[in-house]
């Protein structure tokens, strides 16, 4: 059955966006429309005729409604095959009339169940059971039904009644696929609901993950890699998931991953801050008292390894900040901010050298808290998958220790917290020398500690010299603070914890070095 011509329908829906005009163009196609409570209501204030499915079954809704089209002749008329000599017949015995459409949406469990104070009565009486059902008997026989169970559906099934007369198969099979892809999600739903209220474990015994593709990517990490962009259902705040590109061609694989970076560790920051991030590590970060002077100083950083680097900021990119960016000699692949004025916008799409490549990404403001962070990171495994909670949330200064003869001074200590919130977002070993909050040097993913340590003063070179350095976990022996003093760094930030931490502390006091232990680790593989 190529075309499916559309003879008799059952609307019944929670959502009503629409349902009046669809309703309306299948009575104007000569459809006849049944319905249950409320949709029928609705349609019958609208002015739209519709058969009440109670008065065709014979048997009243009931239950407060729990019971309205679990009936023979409800899902017999859904689930007959119309090829099938022997379904019809049995039709025709039971006077069960074939329907050709089934129009439903569910009851809006998750939305319920969102609400503050939504007691578990509640979240159960939202737990649709005539809806699934009825969207799963027609989508198994989509051969003979078409499926509808979105509002977003219904413009495009009045045009194909229109332009084809019925319902094509490839349509009533896209429509099946996503009324399947619905009562998955919905169940999953429910399930994910009563293993909360059942179980205090932060892990749940079974995990399902949902989400929808955004986008195909041109490729993923190397050309010959296939990659997509999934986004997770309901996901809001200020994240990635939900950015708007503002100009520029499609993102990659690489871009989203460096942007990601960029905007995690942006948030860390209150005043107005920039981070460079090339190959996922911060090379540059700075603050200052306005966005343009945060981006000159984080570009300041290293100015070899930003070129070609995502950026992220935390204000509105305003015109004098624009200008700074698209100076001549300068190259960034994309930019992530809350947003970007007119101005901003009109310099750095209408530069030669910058209007055809770069992309620009807002995602809005974000509160002190970071503003829509993910609450568990996943990474795949041979067979399985990883799953914890993010290194997210400021660190309690409470639990600092001065463990030198010498404490920090205040302007040390300032840049040590700025420090010790970058090497956060290195990857480990992570070495961050720092300057009048300022980035001046990195070491980032080596195999030892004293090798990032030698790579941050070596990028540094001179301004070394009274700078901090901040360690992602602890150095195993004192060569780390050794190399470090006699780079000029006049004071040092790690988790503390070794065996060792002895000789790190006595190299310290030697070279006249402050030293804080933060007691907590930030690791980054």
Known sequence: MEVLKVRRAIVSVSEKLGVTSLARGLREHGVEVYSTGGTRRSLADAGVPATEVAE??????????????????????????????????????????????IVVNLYPFEQTVARPGCSFDDAIENIDIGGPSMIRSAAKNHASVAVVTDPSQYAGVLDELRDHGGIRAETRRRLALDAFRLTAH?????????????????FPEELVLDFRRKEILRYGENPHQRAAFYVERGVSGAVLATARQVHGKELSYNNLLDLESALAAVKEFGDAAAVVIKHNNPCGAATASTLRDAFLRAYEGDTVSAFGCVLGLNRTVDGPTAAALTE???????????????????????????????????????DEAGGGAVAWE???????????????????????????????????????RFAWKVAKHVKSNAIVLAKDRMVVGVGAGQMNRVESVAIATRKAGDRARGAVLAGDAF???????????????????????SRRDDEAIASCNEHNVAMIFTGRRHFRH
């Open 56 to 101: 065709y079954t014979g048997f009243p809704e009931m239950l407060d409604g729990r019971v309205k089209t679990l009936h023979p002749k409800v899902h017999g008329g859904i689930l007959a095959r119309r090829d099938n000599a022997e379904h019809m017949r049995a039709l025709e015995t039971h006077q069960i009339r074939p329907f050709d459409m």
């Open 186 to 202: 919905y169940d999953r739903a429910i399930a994910r609901y009563l293993e909360q209220q059942q179980s205090s474990e932060a």
């Open 328 to 366: 001549p000699g300068r190259f960034i692949e994309a930019i992530v901010a809350p947003g970007f004025d007119e101005a901003a916008v009109r310099l750095i799409t209408t530069r030669p050298s910058w209007k055809a490549s770069v992309r620009l990404l807002e995602v809005g403001t974000w």
């Open 378 to 416: 996943y990474r795949r495994v041979g067979g399985g998958l990883l799953v914890q909670s993010t290194d997210s949330g400021p660190d309690s200064e409470a639990e600092w220790k001065v463990v030198t003869q010498r404490s920090p001074t205040e302007r040390e200590l300032d840049d040590l």
């Open 475 to 497: 150095f195993p022996f004192r060569d780390g603070p050794d190399q470090a003093a006699a780079a000029g760094v006049t004071a040092i930030i790690e988790p503390g914890g």
